[in-house]
């Protein structure tokens, strides 16, 4: 069992929603918010990638699972350290700054905008989710781009800032759980959950089909060039 790299996804998907929930809990200006989910991204990527490799994310984790870069057991213990992580933040802020306030702002709960239908919003979130997951295993893992954490960072404000007021653009069901765990906010809860992680996996075949020589010689017998236990995504 890798406990170092299950922290360091409970710490980074932790910290996500604590910076993000609590941006929107403190009435921040839009912008305000897509900085905030941008930039906690890119450090959190920056401090803990060569630790875990910085998924944060169960529609990551099921990419590089179906990649065969990180192993079963590993997955499922990421996904319930993200899982874990996102619902405890969402628990202190409501500690911190109590029921009434996070009701006024539904906990941080994605919706979808007025007029948008269940199908639509699944669509954005995964076309969303796609670009987020291919930028992450195209920088990451293929390029190995020094900057990655910075180009993730940016995809995911970006992300928001185009779909912030259409679905909330969570890119994360990570981060959609974290909220709704507390605020009851599982109505089209699919969305939120299939559209990511359907984007996340093509996301991460598309990096894969742009750079196949590369990962092809990277992966023999089911295992990647990563030290075993760990998995392929390193700032």
């Known amino acids: 069992m890798n406990l170092r790299a299950y922290l360091a996804e409970f710490i980074g998907t932790f910290a996500l929603l604590f910076v993000v929930v609590g941006a929107i809990a403190s009435k921040m200006e839009p912008l305000g918010v897509v900085l905030a989910n941008g930039i906690v991204i890119a450090a959190m990527i920056a401090a803990l990638g060569t630790a875990s490799g910085a998924h944060f994310n169960p529609a990551v984790t099921l990419g590089l699972l179906l990649t065969r870069r990180i192993a079963l057991k ?11 992580g996102a619902s405890l933040a969402v628990g202190l ?3 911190a ?46 390029l190995k781009n020094p900057y990655a954490a910075t180009y993730i960072g940016l995809a995911v ?51 894969d089909y742009m750079y196949g020589p590369r990962i092809a010689r990277g ?10 236990g760990s998995v392929s995504v390193q700032p």
């Open 93 to 95: 802020l409501t500690l």
């Open 219 to 228: 992966v023999k017998d089911g295992r990647s060039e990563t030290v075993e």
């Open 97 to 142: 700054l109590g029921r009434e306030a996070m009701n006024g702002v539904a906990y941080g709960v994605p919706r979808l905008a007025v007029g948008v239908s269940p199908l639509a919003g699944f669509l954005v979130e995964a076309t969303l989710a796609f670009f987020l997951v291919l930028v992450i295993v195209a920088t990451a893992i293929h």
């Open 74 to 84: 590993d997955a499922i213990f990421y996904w319930f350290s993200q899982l874990l």
């Open 157 to 207: 404000a970006l992300g928001v800032l185009c779909g912030g007021n259409i679905t909330g653009a969570t890119m994360n069901p990570a981060r959609a759980f974290g909220s709704a765990i507390w605020g009851g906010g599982f109505e089209h809860g699919w969305v939120y959950w299939v559209g990511p992680l359907l984007g996340g996996v093509l996301g991460t075949l598309a990096a």
